[in-house]
């Protein structure tokens, strides 16, 4: 009876552990394919490209730069995506890629950061 219940107790214990690592296999699968993604530029869309940008020149020429289009800003920057258009997204947001760009102004940096925030509310 006792060697019994070690062995179911030891079965338990496999069987956890395989889930275990089954779980850490496909963490780790997710992980590495979202960092391959991270070092994918944006294909269909040119919204953070256009953050990285304001939230440079906010950061260098104060906030009036977002009542105005990028290619006003610089005319180098008007193959940007909505570039003649002002900054309309919520100031918390402007605030949240100067942060990120004081940290590193990158395209690969800004991804990293929103997958380190996915994976903190997964």
Known sequence: MQKSLINKGQTLINLLSTKRMIFILLFT??????????????VNTGDLPRHIYYGLYTEQRALATTGQ?????NPLL????????PYNYPIVTLLFFIVIEKLSPTIFFSKFVFTLIEALNS
Request: charged share 10%; hydrophobic share 45%; aromatic share 14%.
């Open 29 to 42: 699968s997710i992980a590495c394919l979202r960092f391959y993604y991270c070092t994918q530029l944006p």
């Open 69 to 73: 289009g990028l290619a006003e800003l």
């Open 78 to 85: 008007s193959r940007v995506a909505w570039s003649s258009l």
